[in-house]
């Protein structure tokens, strides 16, 4: 396995379900990062983690819940999302915070 | 004024030609810039660094600092169809990346 991986690369969900998506980087980093992007909207940064702590929550709604058990793995769970939630969510990692990031191919997520 | 800005275009340039994709960014402070490559509908690859003032050539991409004009540039030689994408500048500020909204490249067959 090489770079960032993330998992399903695609999903549809329903508005009252629960799922959760999972990325793996294998850089040895110490920061990972979720962002979304809408169609052809900029990046959004969502969540950083930085030595397994969270060191930013950009104002996400509360049905978007981070985990970061290990440097090298971070989850996002969603539950009762909105159709507004469709998107392509992105993780990333890097050396550090403030260092180059890596992004993982994403996930595309349709919620309906 | 916006941390880091770019140009949205899209910007058309002919194949062969060289594209030239300009940012600035407002923080002095700021010691590492980045360039990524975004096709449609994947996720941005880091194409180059740079961390000092002057040209940093790879392959038929150049960067361009300038950090007393807070300007930051990449030049596409010989451009190619399958360089067709958009294009984010990425800043650091303290221990934060900051990206800019891209701008798209079209490069005309």
């Known amino acids: 396995e090489t770079g960032v991986t993330q998992t399903p690369r695609h999903l549809v969900m329903g508005m009252t379900n629960k799922k959760s998506l999972k990325c793996e980087q294998h850089l040895g980093h110490n920061a990972m990062y979720w962002y979304k992007q809408s169609a052809k909207k900029p990046l959004e940064l969502m969540f950083v983690y930085n030595f397994k702590e969270q060191t930013e929550n950009n104002s996400v709604p509360s049905r978007f819940s981070p985990e970061c058990p290990n440097s090298s793995h971070l989850f996002l769970h969603l539950h009762t999302l909105q159709p507004e939630d469709s998107a392509l969510y992105l993780c990333a990692s890097s050396p550090a915070a403030g260092y180059e990031q890596y992004f993982g191919p994403g996930t595309r997520l349709t919620v309906t | 004024q916006k941390e880091v800005e770019q140009n949205s275009g899209p910007l058309s340039v002919p194949e062969g030609a060289i594209a030239s994709l300009n940012c600035t960014y407002s923080?002095?402070?700021?010691?590492?810039f980045f360039w990524y490559r975004q096709y449609s509908g994947k996720s941005p690859e880091l194409i180059m660094s740079i961390y000092s003032n002057g040209d940093k050539e790879d392959g038929r991409f150049t960067a361009q600092l300038n950090k007393a004009s807070q300007y930051v540039s990449l030049l596409i030689r010989d451009s190619q169809p399958s360089d067709s994408a958009t294009y984010l500048c990425a800043v650091n500020r303290d221990d934060k990346i900051i990206f800019g909204k891209g701008t798209r490249l079209h490069i005309l067959p």
């Open positions: 923080d002095r402070g700021s010691q590492s």
